[in-house]
């Protein structure tokens, strides 16, 4: 079992988007409003893609931390990397700090597409042209 119980969400797997409902049946609340040091990119393909670390020019990503049913941490992650391809190395499962200093999962692009910087580091406000 997973030690980690919490994922910090950025994109298609946020309340509202495409995928949330990968991840809706595996949370405990609605998340919490925090960022992580790093760069979120377009992929020009219907969601983002995110490079974490500090000193990334425009180093930050909105996101959302939740907390997972913790009987189901090792399902809903197992379940997350296929969704996320993981398995298939389109991203890759990575633990951060983020800027509230919670420790979460978040995925990580893996690799091959053309990225477009996202201003802001928001993947709803980029959605709605706010960005």
Not at 106 to 124: C, D, F, N, R, V
């Given at each position: 079992?997973?030690?980690?119980?919490?994922?910090?969400?950025?994109?298609?797997?946020?309340?509202?988007?495409?995928?949330?409902?990968?991840?809706?049946?595996?949370?405990?609340?609605?998340?919490?409003?925090?960022?992580?040091?790093?760069?979120?990119?377009?992929?020009?393909?219907?969601?983002?893609?995110?490079?974490?670390?500090?000193?990334?020019?425009?180093?930050?990503?909105?996101?959302?931390?939740?907390?997972?049913?913790?009987?189901?941490?090792?399902?809903?992650?197992?379940?997350?990397?296929?969704?996320?391809?993981?398995?298939?190395?389109?991203?890759?499962?990575v633990e951060i700090v983020t800027h509230e200093g919670r420790s979460a999962w978040a995925?990580?692009?893996?690799?091959?597409?053309?990225?477009?910087?996202?201003?802001?580091?928001?993947?709803?406000?980029?959605?709605?042209?706010?960005?």
């Amino acid at each position: 079992m997973s030690a980690l119980g919490t994922l910090f969400a950025y994109g298609t797997l946020l309340p509202g988007d495409v995928r949330w409902h990968f991840l809706q049946r595996f949370v405990t609340d609605e998340g919490l409003v925090d960022r992580a040091d790093g760069r979120l990119f377009d992929t020009g393909e219907g969601y983002p893609a995110a490079v974490f670390g500090a000193g990334i020019p425009a180093s930050v990503i909105h996101g959302r931390v939740f907390t997972l049913l913790a009987e189901l941490v090792d399902e809903a992650l197992a379940t997350l990397d296929d969704v996320e391809g993981a398995v298939a190395g389109d991203y890759r499962r990575v633990e951060i700090v983020t800027h509230e200093g919670r420790s979460a999962w978040a995925y990580a692009y893996g690799g091959g597409l053309t990225l477009a910087p996202i201003e802001g580091g928001s993947w709803a406000a980029h959605r709605a042209g706010r960005a």
